[in-house]
């Protein structure tokens, strides 16, 4: 049981490069989640999933596109990086309606955008 | 909308000291509220959580209580260790599965 697992852990972009993140999960979990975490900021959500199939925008979703063809994977995708997406990335997910239940995260991406 | 303020820190303390990170939170409804730890180069994990008023969260001697009537919940530790090292975060989720999270505060214990 892996848990959530994000690939790639490290990448550096130029200005208006386009890239893929990927979140997996093995916990069937049905909420999947995107975040960014800059100092001092906390965790923003950017985009999240109810449901293989379904997305929807959150806190900061702006220059960020997202997709969930399978209930497993929620990729975030970035079309045209620029600096200000410089950030570590976590992607979470959580099993089920009613806001009692804790998220669980994957060991984040960090994305520097130059 | 929701949201949650926690102390900012940084905090030093020194080994077996006594720990409380402050977190109070602003909600229209009734919210579940964690505590979420980040050890370095790591995700966040799940620390505690308290689902209801006057209920204490508890693990690895880490408490919390919900709080109604002062909107807190406090983090406290009676006697901190080198490994509790980390960035503690304060959260609230509602009913939608919408987790807000406060700004973080570090911690550091020295030996």
């Known amino acids: 049981n892996a848990g959530v697992t994000q690939t790639p852990k490290f990448r550096v972009l130029k200005t208006g490069q386009s890239m893929t993140l990927l979140c997996a999960q093995d916990m069937n979990h049905e909420y999947m989640y995107w975040y960014r975490q800059d100092p001092g900021m906390g965790l923003r959500l950017i985009h999240y999933s109810v449901g293989e199939g379904t997305t929807a925008k959150g806190e900061v979703p702006d220059g960020y596109n997202v997709s969930r063809l399978k209930k497993q994977n929620f990729l975030l995708g970035l079309e045209s990086a620029a600096p200000s997406q410089t950030s570590v990335y976590f992607c979470?997910?959580?099993?089920?309606?009613?806001?009692?239940?804790?998220?669980?995260f994957g060991p984040g991406t960090r994305l520097t955008v130059t | 909308g929701d949201s949650v303020t926690q102390m900012e820190g940084p905090v030093t303390l020194s080994e077996e000291a006594f720990l409380t990170i402050n977190c109070t939170y602003t909600?229209?409804?009734?919210?579940?509220l964690f505590w979420y730890v980040q050890y370095p180069g790591e995700g966040l994990q799940l620390l505690l959580k308290a689902t209801k008023a006057d209920d204490k969260g508890s693990n690895k001697g880490f408490e919390a209580t919900y709080r109604k009537e002062t909107t807190s919940f406090h983090l406290e530790k009676g006697s901190v260790q080198v490994s509790d090292s980390a960035v503690y975060f304060c959260?609230?989720?509602?009913?939608?599965?919408?987790?807000?999270f406060g700004a973080g505060t570090r911690l550091t214990v020295k030996p």
């Open positions: 909600a229209t409804g009734y919210p579940s």
């Open positions: 979470a997910s959580t099993v089920n309606w009613g806001g009692n239940y804790e998220q669980y």
């Open positions: 959260a609230l989720s509602d009913y939608n599965n919408d987790m807000r």
